[in-house]
């Protein structure tokens, strides 16, 4: 169903925020029914979208050739983010077992990372994947705060970190200043790193912003300063287009940052957004997680990768 302008509204901050959209264009809500929608991830060659309902352990699977809605996987593991390999398997963060897991072509699951230097890992959040075939994602506690999105838990590592896994399955530990390391992507070069720190969940005081890191060959980051800070919650999952354009959730919607840092304007959705992928065949489709809906609006740029 099309979202009335009441429900849903484009909020202009700038003329090159306008220019992204057509005046008829409008906000999809797709399906309703979850309690905490996360982790969309697109896949072309069957023209679907999978994404999370963490606390009801579940995935689920959005048709795009009739629009049906189905159960993707259940029991989920509590599965938070996901996202495609260049490869065409998908890569999930599992709060539950606290695991990074791919899904083979044939259906098996194959386990990536659960511990860093023999201790378990918190609970993966979010996740992506490099052209080189490494595998990035962040690390905070949510999953074992409580027993809503995961197993409550006592932390074994120290401190909440975004790690980096190669190709032949070394784990390291990549950042070691953030709160709670949330979304992440990488710019359209790969030269650039994005990280979301969403610390203020927990502490008014606490982070609440993304910031940039500078890709080094040899797998490191360096810098790290803050790109854009939120005014509204906080920042969870985001992606990047094709022009290096930020799109990012937040309690009010989805907000549209310049690489540079501007905030040229918002998609407002009527409840709180977890996260968003861009799919669909021009990759100009933008599905958009809501508390509980999946949403979708058309835009007049691409997602920058698959997943």
Known sequence: ?????????????????????????????LWTGARWCEGPAWFAA??????SDIPNNRMMRWDETDGSVSVFRSPSNNANGNTVDRQGRLITC???????????????????????????????NDVVVHSDGSIWFTDPTYGILTDYEG????????????????????????????????????????????ISDSGATHDPEGPAHIRRFE?????????GEIIAECQTG???GFRLDQEGRIWTSAFD????????????????????VGNLTFGG??????????????YSVYVFTRGVAIG
């Open 253 to 272: 919607g989805v907000h549209c940052y310049e690489p540079n840092g501007d905030l040229i304007g918002k998609i407002r959705i009527p409840e709180i």
């Open 281 to 294: 065949p021009k990759r100009n489709r933008l599905f958009i997680c809501g508390t509980t809906s999946l």
């Open 151 to 194: 197993d409550k838990a006592e932390p074994e590592l120290a401190g909440c970190h975004v790690y980096r896994l190669s190709n032949s399955g070394d784990l390291t530990q990549v950042t070691d200043d953030f709160v709670k390391p949330n979304g992440l992507a990488f710019s359209p070069s790969e030269d650039a790193l994005y």
């Open 1 to 29: 169903m099309n979202l009335s302008a009441s429900e849903a509204c484009f909020e202009t901050l700038s003329p090159r925020f306008q220019a992204l959209f057509a005046p008829h264009i409008h906000v999809e809500r």
């Open 215 to 223: 890709v080094q060959a040899d797998g490191t980051l360096r810098g």
């Open 94 to 124: 599992e709060q539950g077992t606290r695991r990074v897991t791919r899904t083979e072509h044939d259906g098996s699951i194959s386990v990536l990372a659960e511990r860093f230097e023999g201790r378990r890992l918190n609970s993966p």
């Open 46 to 51: 069957g023209r679907y979208l999978v994404w």
């Open 234 to 236: 906080i920042f969870d």
